[in-house]
């Protein structure tokens, strides 16, 4: 589950980059320079979608009694 936020946070990532790419040509040039950036930011947003997913799994187990 946790995994399947991390590739959905990247997804709306691609969506909110591949639109700016697209259609304004100043945000091209931007992305083209900055790709490697770019590339590392993919990698951030996977693990902080990753990461807040499973500490809000955590804690409705914790909450729900699992961990005693």
Same mark, same amino acid.
């Given at each position: =589950? *946790?995994?399947?936020? &991390?590739? &959905?946070?990247? $997804? $709306?990532? +691609? $969506?909110?980059? &591949? *639109?700016?790419?697209?259609?304004?040509?100043?945000?091209? %040039?931007? @992305?083209? #320079?900055? *790709?490697? %950036?770019? =590339?590392?930011?993919?990698?951030? $947003?996977?693990? +902080?979608?990753?990461? @807040?997913?499973? %500490? =809000? #799994?955590?804690? @409705?187990?914790?909450?729900? &009694?699992?961990?005693?």
């Amino acid at each position: =589950m *946790s995994v399947t936020a &991390g590739f &959905g946070a990247l $997804v $709306v990532l +691609a $969506v909110l980059f &591949g *639109s700016f790419y697209l259609f304004d040509r100043i945000a091209r %040039q931007i @992305i083209d #320079t900055n *790709s490697h %950036q770019l =590339m590392l930011l993919a990698g951030f $947003v996977f693990l +902080a979608g990753f990461g @807040i997913c499973l %500490q =809000m #799994t955590l804690k @409705i187990e914790f909450w729900r &009694g699992k961990w005693k």
